[in-house]
Each structure stands twice: as C-alpha cells, then as structure tokens.
C-alpha cells in the first residue's frame, strides 16, 4: 500500500515534475549570477607593530578608500568594521617611511574582491623617543 502510493508519488506527472525542476534550476543560476556591483567604501586603516623605540611624527591619514567588488546583497548587508586596511610599521626606521598598499592589506570578507586602493603610498614620518 504505501509502496504503491511512493511510486504514484514519484511517477505521476512526469513530465511536469521535469519541466519544473529545470527551470527552478535555471532560475536558481540567474538569481546568482546577477547583482556583482563594484562601489567605494572608506575602510579605516589600522597601523600595526610599530617598533617601540620609535615614535609617529605629524598626522597619518585614518581612513583610506578601497573600490570592492561582490554581490550586492553581500555589500548591502556587510557589517560596519568588518574591512579595514593593515599596515604593518615592524620594517620602520627614524625618517621618512614609503610604505605600498595592496589587496593582500585590506582585510575583508573572503568573498569581497578588492579592486583598487587609494591612495596605495602611505607615508609615516617617525622619530627616536627621546631617552629619558
């Protein structure tokens, strides 16, 4: 009895089960494959291991602007903090220092693509602490 049910199930309308699981599937890969948008974002930019004998001359910018790419409604529900820009000050020497930005920098969502960084040079001037 209950066989005989789970084969009318399975088998009844066919034809109609096939046409439909098709184009849910073709449907399923046109949601996904829309909506990759590129924008702008400000992302903060975090300075890292700076050697303790030295110390941070003038101002250093605190944000830098990152053109990200991804899906839309990855952007949109992408939550305040979770990108930001590292720099990592433990090569640093008194002076000026030149340091690049690149995508391997900005931390981010695995699925978020970074496109352009900007700007990519940074400069930190640094001085010796005075010995007291």
Same mark, same amino acid.
Request: hydrophobic share 50%; aromatic share 4%; proline share 4%.
């Given at each position: 009895?209950?066989? $005989?049910?789970?084969? /009318?199930?399975?088998?009844? $309308?066919?034809?109609?089960? +096939?046409?439909?699981?098709?184009?849910?599937?073709?449907?399923?890969?046109?949601?996904?494959?829309? %909506? =990759?948008?590129?924008?702008? +974002?400000?992302?903060?930019?975090?300075?890292?291991?700076?050697?303790?004998?030295?110390?941070?001359? %003038?101002?250093?910018?605190?944000?830098?602007?990152? @053109?990200?790419?991804?899906?839309?409604?990855?952007?949109?529900?992408?939550?305040?903090? @979770? +990108?930001?820009?590292?720099?990592?000050?433990?090569?640093?020497?008194? %002076?000026?220092?030149?340091? =690049?930005?690149? /995508?391997?920098?900005?931390?981010?969502?695995?699925?978020?693509?970074?496109? @352009?960084?900007?700007?990519?040079?940074? @400069? +930190?001037?640094?001085?010796?602490?005075?010995?007291?």
């Amino acid at each position: 009895m209950i066989l $005989n049910r789970l084969k /009318a199930l399975l088998l009844d $309308n066919v034809l109609i089960k +096939i046409v439909s699981l098709v184009f849910a599937v073709i449907l399923w890969f046109y949601v996904n494959s829309k %909506g =990759v948008v590129e924008m702008d +974002i400000a992302v903060p930019l975090e300075l890292r291991n700076m050697p303790s004998n030295l110390t941070m001359i %003038g101002d250093v910018m605190d944000d830098v602007t990152v @053109r990200v790419k991804s899906r839309e409604r990855i952007l949109r529900g992408m939550a305040e903090g @979770r +990108i930001h820009a590292v720099l990592d000050l433990a090569g640093a020497h008194a %002076g000026e220092n030149i340091y =690049v930005l690149d /995508a391997a920098a900005v931390e981010r969502p695995e699925d978020v693509q970074i496109e @352009r960084i900007s700007p990519r040079r940074i @400069r +930190i001037r640094t001085a010796e602490k005075p010995v007291s």
